[in-house]
């Protein structure tokens, strides 16, 4: 049998794992290999050299390749070297989810009108089968919502905070000694890993262009210890939150940390472990986890979506595994939204907070659900802790801005949405 010929665009982390798991396998054989520096010296079982190159875009044009995949991340050059392999024919593979969730449309029209495939099981939620299922076995249903833990880092992060009752700062500083969190971990504690991988995935879901400009996104890195322990006391836990549903003919996706109820199976999804939940008609409640990076489980998702296609590799490609969209999606503006709210307040120790409190919620229409004060702190202060009912994101916006012109109310320590 003749070997699928594939191009491999990478060879750090993700490309070694996708090397070690194809080197051996009978149907697929790894031919040319791009990577930044020939001589960085690597420690990989099986690997020629001569394979090695640095010309990239001889990798994308290689008449040879049948498969490029593409591990390297980011746009550029990212995006002219998919554009190259598919414009010569070539299926792709990749783990991008930043430049699916930004150039995706260009990519997978250009794609359709070749008769090629871009998979990228690997791009959303690591060794996770998430897309597939989503496009396959799950195509028969209706699906209405999404809510994940689709960022590795964070979840690390705030599972530490939460067992350790460790500030955001040291922990984040623990998780980089540990290597779990980047030098510069803008991407991932700012929400736009989860953002990225929220686009993609609600555009597959509900199969209407998710605009990734409209997508809302908010990080951890305001996180205190201590509402760590108050939502715990309340009976929640706090992760960071990727959110995508229908609201009518609109469609709401966002990214933000909410407390979610002990209850709900994602406030069990710790350390780097991704999950996802999908609600559909007529499935019900699914609920998938698993490791959301790493080595190993991201190459997992690349070799499924290599082998996919090696076996459909003399016919035409499947049309339900090609990624087209009916419409662009009329998206949900953040401010329209409606949400439970948990809210930390600095109150001076005047007569009548509670009073000025409840007025401004009441005339915002926000009505509480609980609310928390334990006694005062050495600076005469007490902390007073809310949690709402549901109210609309604008409503609870203008509240805030008026608690913060408020005599009595020192500072508003935390805003963060509540989910049950
Ligand atoms: N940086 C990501 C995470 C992994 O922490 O989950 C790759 O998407």
Not at 315 to 327: A, D, F, R, T, Y
């Amino acid at each position: 049998m003749t070997k699928i010929k594939i191009g491999l665009i990478g060879l750090g982390t993700v490309g070694s794992g996708v090397f070690k798991c194809l080197v051996n396998n009978p149907k697929a054989e790894i031919v040319q290999i791009a990577v930044k520096d020939i001589e960085k010296p690597r420690n990989i079982d099986g690997l020629d050299k001569t394979k090695l190159t640095t010309d990239v875009m001889s990798v994308a044009q290689n008449p040879d390749i049948d498969i490029l995949i593409e591990v390297i991340g980011g746009v550029n050059p990212a995006f002219d070297i998919i554009k190259t392999a598919l414009e010569s024919g070539k299926h792709v593979v990749t783990a991008n989810k930043e430049l699916l969730a930004k150039h995706g449309s260009e990519l997978f029209e250009l794609a359709k009108n070749k008769n090629r495939l871009i998979l990228y099981e690997a791009a959303i939620g690591g060794g996770i089968p998430i897309v597939m299922p989503i496009k396959t076995t799950l195509c028969g249903n209706k699906i209405n919502k999404i809510t994940a833990i689709l960022n590795g880092t964070t979840n690390y992060i705030l599972t530490k905070m939460d067992t350790e009752n460790a500030s955001y700062e040291e922990t984040l500083k623990e998780a980089q000694k540990l290597g779990y969190a980047e030098t510069d971990p803008t991407g991932d504690v700012e929400g736009l890993d989860a953002k990225y991988k929220i686009t993609t995935l609600s555009t597959i879901s509900f199969k209407e262009k998710i605009d990734l400009d409209k997508v809302y996104a908010e990080g951890i890195t305001k996180i205190q210890a201590e509402d760590m322990k108050n939502a715990n006391e309340f009976g929640y836990k706090i992760k960071l939150i990727a959110l995508a549903q229908r609201v009518g003919e609109k469609i709401d996706v966002r990214v933000h940390p909410m407390l979610i109820s002990k209850k709900h199976p994602l406030a069990n999804i710790n350390d780097v472990t991704n999950g996802v939940m999908i609600s559909g008609h007529p499935v019900g409640d699914v609920m998938l986890s698993g490791p959301g990076a790493g080595e190993f489980p991201t190459a997992s998702s690349v070799i499924g979506d290599v082998l996919s296609l090696v076996e459909e590799f003399d016919g035409n490609p499947l049309p339900i595994m090609q990624c087209h969209h009916e419409k662009i999606a009329q998206m949900l503006d953040i401010s329209e939204t409606k949400n439970k709210y948990y809210i930390s307040i600095n109150a001076k120790n005047n007569f009548g907070v509670i009073e000025s409190l409840g007025r401004i919620f009441a005339h915002n229409e926000i009505s509480i659900s609980i609310i928390l004060q334990k006694g005062l702190q050495s600076d005469n202060t007490a902390n007073v802790v809310v949690i709402t009912e549901e109210c609309f994101e604008n409503n609870m916006q203008s509240a805030i801005c008026e608690l913060e012109k408020e005599d009595c109310v020192k500072r508003i320590n935390s805003l963060i949405r509540v989910t049950d």
